[in-house]
């Protein structure tokens, strides 16, 4: 595993095609992990986190934290094996930005998800919805409008979701 630091500025780290631990300490940081399993850890500042493709395990820390989710980025449908946001804090301003991830690939261009909380997908492409468990959650998006998770995220905690958690 490969171990990638910023210091104490903004900086702008990226991991490579292996597993990584990239770390931006303070300053406000752009850390984004790319391919393979990597653990992004914020630190303090207003961090934009990305774990790129394969199963990541994301961390903010301090401030209010960006993590971004594209098309491709995501690994799994299930707790044991989506991507996983360590500390998701709503009160300091930590947003889920999936706008990167076309919500109805049934239809041209690129849409937005509508949230459901925690309603059953109804089979609509487009839908995005949280199941809690006892101490962590899932959030589901269905891009095909099967009614079937197509990805998913794991949060760490229990604190309800609300739509203004989310960039869409």
């Given amino acids: ?86 500390d998701f804090k709503h009160a300091d301003g930590d947003v889920i930005d999936l706008s990167g991830i076309d919500a109805d690939l049934n239809t041209a261009g690129d849409q937005g998800f509508s949230f459901i909380g925690s309603d059953a997908f109804t089979g609509t492409a487009g839908e995005l919805r949280v199941e809690t468990r006892s101490s962590a959650m899932l959030l589901s998006g269905d891009t095909n409008g099967d009614g079937v998770a197509d990805f998913a995220i794991r949060i760490d905690g229990t604190t309800p979701l609300e739509l203004a958690d989310f960039v869409l």
Avoid: C, P, W
């Fill in 1 to 86: 595993m490969d171990r990638i630091s910023g210091d104490d500025g903004n900086d702008h780290v990226s991991g490579g095609a292996d597993d990584d631990q990239i770390s931006g300490n303070r300053g406000d940081d752009t850390l984004n992990g790319d391919a393979g399993d990597d653990k992004v850890l914020g630190g303090g500042g207003d961090d934009t986190i990305s774990g790129g493709a394969g199963e990541d395990k994301l961390a903010g820390g301090l401030g209010a934290d960006h993590f971004v989710f594209d098309d491709g980025d995501l690994s799994g449908t299930t707790f044991s094996t989506a991507d996983r946001i360590l």
